[in-house]
Structure formats: structure tokens, C-alpha cells
């Protein structure tokens, strides 16, 4: 499948909606995106490829809530 990415303004969301809905599920899938999504995934790619480095400095949940005395709820 191809993917194309369009930019488009409110006011011609539903026209742009009735014109793709048309054409088959099979044939074409519209995947909605916003902002927060976009930045929630570049962080989330960043803290991966910080994950994978070989310098990358992990802590155990003990560790975390040592350093910032965080007492657990037993």
C-alpha cells in the first residue's frame, strides 16, 4: 500500500471525508495523526535510541525509589 500525507483546514474535513469514503477499506485506510502523538512518538524514539546505545545508564525501580525516597504502598 502507498501512503500519502495530506495537509488540509477544518473546513474541508467532512468534503474530504465523504469523497474518500467511496472507496473500499480494502483499497484505501485513513490513519488519523495529531501533534501530541507526533511528539509523544519522537520522544518515545528518543528514549529508545538512548536505550540502545552502549554508555546507556539504566536503574532498577529499588534504585529510583531509593534516590528519591518513594516508599511503596504495601
Known sequence: MNT???HF?????EKLRDV???FSA????MEE???????????LQKD?????QE???FYTLEEVK???NISSKD
Do not use: G, H
Open 33 to 43: 495523526v495529531d501533534a501530541e502523538f507526533l511528539e509523544a512518538k519522537k520522544e
Open 26 to 29: 480494502e483499497d484505501l485506510q
Open 20 to 22: 474518500l469514503s467511496k
Open 55 to 57: 554508555d546507556a545508564v
Open 66 to 68: 531509593a534516590k528519591y
Open 4 to 6: 500519502i500525507t495530506l
Open 9 to 13: 483546514t477544518d473546513k474541508i474535513t
Open 48 to 52: 529508545y535510541d538512548y536505550s540502545q
